[in-house]
């Protein structure tokens, strides 16, 4: 798993080690990892722009799959777009790379930033145009294209999802559009308010964490001979607006408080992104289906976050 210290990656390395054993799954990232990720499992620091270190990585651990998750967020990648094209798709070059010389399955998560102002925004088709306007979204776009690429010309098996926003309680937000509404759940409980970047009618699709990596691994354990997509299948669980979540958080956290203060910048990016995917095609073809809807990933999100506070008002990882 590269990426490790990342959302997902925190959350999908201990899912896979309960799955596989803890002795099969790598952690790296060029961040330093988190304790429960060391203590647990092999581990070690990777650069994935530099390709001999990688295909190092490899070789010694002889993966059957490589979860490719570094990546540069879509409002932090606004900030230094030639870095974020760097990283989000030299990165996966020498990932797709490495794995046709050694032989690797690789999972490249794509977004919902890879759809843009002119794409249908309710029910997002699974192929439909998509024309991103940032720069992160070019960089998904073109992760697709490539992934598919390697596929037909090399038949590297190459596989993927469109994720929407994720929610999680294991990691602090990493500089999405879509933080807030895990910043939500920090801010109810430790001071019982939240001032959100995004309007309180900006509707888009969401997916608890338990339910997104459960979603790659299922996709990655598919008969691949019924997938007729492979690469970059819409999911979606919930559509959520910051009015509607805060309102779902009041009911747990009775006088929490919701403010406004909108950012130009992720609004704009906000408002070019789908209200509601169409996730047909993942349904029909692996039998995804969602587990957790709005009300049950909130009672779940302030329960694991009230129980792993800690006094100074932060919050470690829940189980």
Request: glycine share 8%.
């Amino acid at each position: 798993v590269t990426g490790a210290a990342g959302q997902i990656g925190s959350a999908l390395v201990p899912f896979l080690r309960e799955r596989y054993g803890a002795d099969r799954v790598l952690a790296t990232d060029l961040r330093a990892l988190p304790g429960p990720l060391t203590a647990e499992g092999p581990h070690r620091r990777l650069d994935c722009l530099d390709p001999e270190a990688l295909d190092e990585a490899v070789s010694d651990h002889r993966p059957q799959v490589i979860y490719h998750l570094a990546a540069l967020l879509s409002a932090v990648a606004e900030e230094d777009p030639s870095r974020s094209y760097r990283v989000n798709m030299d990165g996966l070059v020498h990932v797709l790379e490495v794995a046709r010389e050694r032989g690797c399955a690789v999972f490249v998560p794509s977004s919902i930033a890879a759809f843009g102002p002119t794409s249908p925004r309710d029910e997002t088709p699974q192929e439909t145009i998509q024309r991103p306007t940032t720069i992160y979204g070019v960089t998904k776009v073109a992760g697709e294209l490539l992934s598919d690429y390697y596929h037909s010309r090399y038949g590297l098996d190459v596989r993927g999802l469109r994720f929407p926003g994720l929610i999680s309680p294991g990691t602090l937000p990493g500089g999405g559009t879509t933080d807030y509404a895990v910043e939500i759940f920090h801010r109810a409980l430790s001071e019982g308010r939240y001032t959100c970047f995004l309007r309180p009618d900006t509707q888009l699709d969401f997916m608890y964490m338990p339910d997104a990596v459960r979603a790659a691994v299922e996709l990655m354990e598919a008969d691949g001979t019924k997938l007729a997509y492979r690469n970059a299948y819409n999911v979606t669980a919930m559509q959520i607006t910051p009015e509607g979540l805060g309102e779902a958080v009041r009911r747990h956290i009775p006088g929490f408080r919701m403010d406004y203060d909108v950012d130009p910048l992720r609004q704009r990016i906000a408002d070019s992104w789908p209200r509601r995917l169409d996730d047909s095609a993942a349904r029909a073809e692996w039998g995804w289906e969602p587990f957790y809807d709005l009300e049950a990933m909130t009672a779940h999100m302030v329960e694991a976050l009230s129980e792993t506070a800690l006094p100074e008002g932060r919050y470690g990882h829940a189980p």
